[in-house]
């Protein structure tokens, strides 16, 4: 078996790339929740970060650890894509939360949105669940599939690290039928890989 690295063509974003736009994003969140928190006159629980099982587990380890402010954190799973690296269509929840997030303001946090399938049905789930608002927090978004729009929920915002290029990406939490996710940078698999 040869290295891991050997299988990438190109990197896309960097480790220190990373490192740098993810705390940009987790400064922005601590000042929106500060905000927020200074607006409320009564006290408001603490916000529920929400990460999407499997891919999100880097990015939140990272995102949350520079996020000054108490939250609590928690883990949803929903499966769309199967082994392969076209959408397998409708996505479905497969894991629960374990908290109850009736009328808490939650961030779901993912790797990346595409066509936003996966997103919309995180999102319905949380809204189901009670949420009083939600944002959306994501380490990638590929805009270039999109045939639909979102809509925040309540008062929630739309945090994104980069936006992608319409290539098929790897690394840091992102997968192709499980492997790779373990790279600390993003980058694009050589295309003999896919056979
Ligand atoms: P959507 O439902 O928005 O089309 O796709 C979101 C999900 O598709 C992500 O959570 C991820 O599992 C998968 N996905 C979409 N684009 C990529 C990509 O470029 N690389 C990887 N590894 N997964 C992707
Ligand atoms: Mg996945
Ligand atoms: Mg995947």
Do not use: W
Not at 122 to 140: K, P, Q, R, Y
């Amino acid at each position: 078996m040869g290295a891991l690295d050997d299988d990438i063509e190109s990197v896309l974003y960097s480790s220190e790339e990373i490192s740098r736009r993810v705390s940009e994003l987790a400064a922005q969140i601590t000042a929106d929740l500060d905000n927020n928190k200074s607006n409320n006159t009564e006290s408001s629980p603490p916000v529920v970060v929400v990460g999407v099982a499997t891919g999100a587990f880097l990015f939140l380890a990272d995102l949350v650890r520079n996020v000054k402010l108490p939250i609590t954190v928690d883990f949803i799973r929903a499966e769309s894509y199967g082994s392969g690296t076209v959408s397998s269509g409708d996505p479905r929840i497969l894991s629960d939360l374990k908290m109850d997030i009736l009328g808490k303001h939650v961030i779901l946090s993912g790797n990346i949105i595409c066509t936003l399938k996966k997103l919309l049905c995180n999102s319905a789930h949380l809204s189901h669940s009670g949420a009083s608002s939600i944002s959306v927090c994501t380490f990638l978004d590929k805009p270039a599939r999109r045939k639909v729009n979102f809509e925040l929920v309540g008062e929630g915002k739309y945090y994104c690290g980069f936006e992608c290029p319409d290539y098929f990406v790897v690394g840091y939490g992102l997968d192709l039928a499980e492997l790779y996710r373990n790279l600390p940078y993003v980058g694009v698999l050589k295309p003999e890989m896919y056979k």
